[in-house]
């Protein structure tokens, strides 16, 4: 049950005093409205029933101290304990008494996680400080960042060893004991040199004993060897697993292997940000398994962005957003993209073809021009175009022997439905305005620095999406709020130098602990 918010300030309030006005917390604290969160939160609490709880805004910005602060959830409660500034962003009297640790688990667990709340909370933020005239421009950056899993990666041979462990600790503990019908002697996958038949072995075993499980056991009446039965034929049903592009942990069954180079990978979490590029602050976060193909989400982080308030008039990424239905949904909300061509999705060879668009023809390095171009279907469904050069051209041309043999007389070019309009955007991006412009979008790994070094971006604190997701919002959030106080000190004047030396400290204190640890 939620209370009345009607705090009565107490005698000790007076030590508030010896905070600075520009420190970091108090800005915070007198300059962005968080009663919006109880607003945000109001339908998970029983409204007439039960004890008073914790209120949702005092919750949440116990949970920005963390994350700003990069610390447990016992740290937080200790440090939130013992700190004025803490207490005063908190809202609470310095002898007032903070809530257990294990609650924060508890209203992130039942509050936060799963649902779009703290997406609201971003958007709601930020909206509050456009409407100020606290953050301006109109270029926005996106781009992804990975963070390691909580835990290591298993070949699948040991993850399947592990399910075959598991479903027995748990026919034991329901049923008493093990059937002998069930063989519990586990190959040696280890022994087998071949990789394949390692892989083969373990598959059949554990397929086995599922099978003498469900015919040894009562299923029905045990709720938990159901659940480990059901989740063991999942992941062997998945056609990746034995790729291992699946499960590669039962203790976190969503993280996937994902790459960072060709020769350089990974096993975790994608976090898709989208940033203003003169505020660098974050507007919309996406996060998904190491697997995902950066843009996918990317209409949906455009629109969350739109809901801030946050006028978009330029949107910059890498070569992995040069794609047509990004291009379009740019071009759809009035924006300009700064976006590189992607060989991938544009191979032509410029030093031996050039585009005329408002002809449509294309030109060779001889001079010679196609006379028509037909549409083409192929069986592979992709769409293509032909454009077919002038023949007679092509029969006298000087450089015939180099460019095609046979008895083809005329050159055929065949490219994708899209290249006409990518021609544009290639031209486009050798100019210096676009060099100078595509300068903007450095903001975005500085912020990826930001949020991995001093954050604890680059491990996940917990297991499987949700939890990841959760802590990269968070995350999201309290570097959003330490950029908000920045601005607003930047502001005042000679006030920005106190702020910049607590920033760098709190910074550089972060960095000392995790080293010495």
Same mark, same amino acid.
């Given at each position: 049950?939620?209370?009345?918010?009607?705090?009565?300030?107490?005698?000790?309030?007076?030590?508030?005093?010896?905070?600075?006005?520009?420190?970091?917390?108090?800005?915070?604290?007198?300059?962005?409205?968080?009663?919006?969160?109880?607003?945000?939160?109001?339908?998970?609490?029983?409204?007439?029933?039960?004890?008073?709880?914790?209120?949702?805004?005092f919750?949440v910005?116990?949970?920005?101290?963390?994350?700003? @602060?990069?610390?447990?959830?016992?740290?937080?409660?200790?440090? *939130?304990?013992?700190?004025?500034a803490?207490?005063? =962003?908190?809202?609470?009297?310095?002898?007032?008494?903070?809530?257990?640790?294990?609650?924060?688990?508890? =209203?992130?667990?039942?509050?936060?996680?799963?649902?779009?709340?703290?997406?609201?909370?971003?958007?709601?933020?930020?909206?509050?400080?456009?409407?100020k005239?606290?953050?301006?421009?109109?270029?926005?950056?996106?781009?992804?960042?990975?963070?390691?899993?909580?835990?290591f990666?298993?070949?699948?041979?040991?993850?399947?060893?592990?399910?075959?462990?598991?479903?027995?600790?748990?026919?034991?503990?329901?049923?008493?004991?093990?059937?002998?019908?069930? %063989?519990?002697?586990?190959?040696? #996958? $280890?022994?087998?040199?071949?990789?394949?038949?390692?892989k083969?072995?373990?598959?059949?075993?554990?397929?086995?004993?599922?099978?003498?499980?469900?015919?040894?056991?009562?299923?029905?009446? *045990?709720?938990?060897?159901?659940?480990?039965?059901?989740?063991?034929k999942?992941?062997?049903k998945?056609?990746? &697993?034995?790729?291992? $592009?699946?499960?590669?942990?039962?203790?976190?069954?969503?993280?996937?292997?994902?790459?960072?180079?060709?020769?350089?990978?990974f096993?975790?979490?994608?976090?898709?940000?989208?940033?203003?590029?003169?505020?660098?602050?974050?507007?919309?976060?996406?996060?998904?398994?190491?697997? #995902?193909?950066?843009?996918t989400?990317?209409?949906?982080?455009?629109?969350?962005?739109r809901?801030?308030?946050?006028?978009?008039?330029?949107v910059?990424? +890498?070569?992995? @957003?040069?794609k047509k239905?990004?291009?379009?949904?740019?071009?759809?909300?009035?924006?300009?993209?700064?976006?590189?061509?992607?060989?991938? *999705?544009?191979?032509? +060879?410029?030093?031996?073809?050039? @585009?005329?668009? +408002?002809?449509?023809?294309?030109?060779c390095?001889?001079?010679?021009?196609?006379?028509? $171009?037909?549409?083409?279907?192929?069986?592979?469904g992709?769409?293509?175009?032909?454009y077919? &050069?002038?023949?007679?051209?092509?029969?006298?041309?000087?450089?015939?022997e180099?460019?095609?043999?046979?008895?083809?007389?005329?050159?055929?070019?065949?490219?994708?439905? %899209?290249?006409p309009?990518?021609?544009?955007?290639?031209?486009?991006?050798?100019?210096?305005?676009? $060099?100078?412009?595509?300068? %903007?979008?450095?903001?975005?790994?500085?912020? %990826?620095?930001?949020?991995?070094?001093?954050?604890?971006? +680059?491990?996940?604190?917990?297991?499987?999406?949700?939890?990841?997701?959760?802590?990269?919002?968070?995350?999201?959030?309290?570097?959003n709020?330490?950029?908000?106080?920045?601005?607003?000190?930047?502001?005042?004047?000679?006030?920005?130098? =106190?702020?910049t030396?607590?920033?760098?400290?709190?910074?550089?204190?972060?960095?000392?602990?995790?080293?010495?640890?």
């Amino acid at each position: 049950m939620l209370k009345d918010k009607d705090m009565q300030l107490s005698i000790y309030s007076v030590l508030y005093s010896k905070i600075p006005e520009n420190h970091i917390l108090k800005i915070l604290r007198d300059e962005v409205d968080f009663s919006f969160i109880n607003e945000l939160l109001e339908k998970t609490y029983c409204k007439h029933y039960g004890r008073p709880a914790k209120e949702p805004e005092f919750m949440v910005k116990l949970l920005v101290l963390q994350y700003l @602060y990069d610390l447990s959830d016992v740290r937080i409660i200790e440090e *939130a304990s013992l700190n004025l500034a803490h207490m005063y =962003f908190l809202g609470i009297n310095p002898e007032d008494d903070l809530p257990h640790p294990s609650l924060l688990t508890k =209203f992130r667990k039942e509050k936060l996680e799963g649902n779009f709340t703290v997406d609201d909370i971003i958007t709601e933020s930020i909206g509050q400080s456009v409407e100020k005239g606290i953050l301006g421009g109109s270029g926005l950056s996106i781009d992804t960042t990975h963070s390691e899993a909580n835990t290591f990666k298993c070949t699948v041979e040991r993850v399947m060893k592990h399910l075959a462990k598991k479903l027995f600790k748990i026919v034991e503990k329901e049923n008493g004991e093990v059937p002998e019908k069930i %063989n519990q002697e586990i190959p040696d #996958y $280890k022994e087998i040199e071949d990789h394949k038949e390692a892989k083969k072995t373990m598959k059949s075993y554990l397929e086995e004993t599922i099978a003498n499980v469900e015919k040894t056991v009562d299923v029905e009446s *045990a709720p938990e060897t159901k659940e480990v039965l059901n989740m063991a034929k999942e992941i062997l049903k998945d056609p990746k &697993f034995l790729e291992q $592009k699946g499960v590669r942990s039962l203790v976190d069954q969503d993280a996937r292997v994902g790459h960072k180079s060709k020769t350089s990978h990974f096993f975790g979490y994608k976090t898709e940000f989208m940033i203003t590029t003169e505020d660098r602050i974050i507007t919309a976060v996406n996060v998904r398994d190491g697997a #995902y193909v950066d843009g996918t989400m990317f209409n949906e982080l455009l629109e969350q962005t739109r809901k801030s308030g946050i006028v978009i008039d330029e949107v910059y990424g +890498d070569k992995a @957003y040069f794609k047509k239905p990004i291009l379009d949904k740019i071009k759809e909300v009035g924006a300009k993209p700064y976006i590189p061509v992607s060989e991938m *999705a544009y191979k032509i +060879d410029e030093e031996l073809y050039s @585009y005329n668009k +408002d002809s449509d023809e294309w030109f060779c390095a001889q001079g010679n021009k196609t006379e028509r $171009k037909v549409y083409k279907k192929r069986k592979d469904g992709k769409e293509t175009y032909r454009y077919y &050069f002038d023949r007679e051209t092509c029969r006298n041309c000087p450089l015939r022997e180099q460019c095609f043999s046979g008895k083809t007389v005329g050159r055929i070019l065949e490219i994708g439905i %899209n290249t006409p309009e990518f021609y544009e955007y290639s031209q486009e991006q050798k100019t210096d305005e676009f $060099k100078e412009k595509y300068r %903007n979008r450095s903001c975005q790994e500085w912020k %990826n620095g930001e949020m991995k070094n001093f954050h604890g971006l +680059d491990r996940a604190r917990g297991y499987g999406l949700r939890s990841m997701e959760l802590q990269a919002k968070l995350t999201a959030l309290a570097v959003n709020l330490k950029r908000i106080a920045k601005i607003l000190s930047s502001k005042n004047g000679s006030n920005s130098i =106190f702020i910049t030396i607590i920033l760098k400290w709190t910074d550089k204190n972060r960095e000392n602990q995790k080293k010495s640890a």
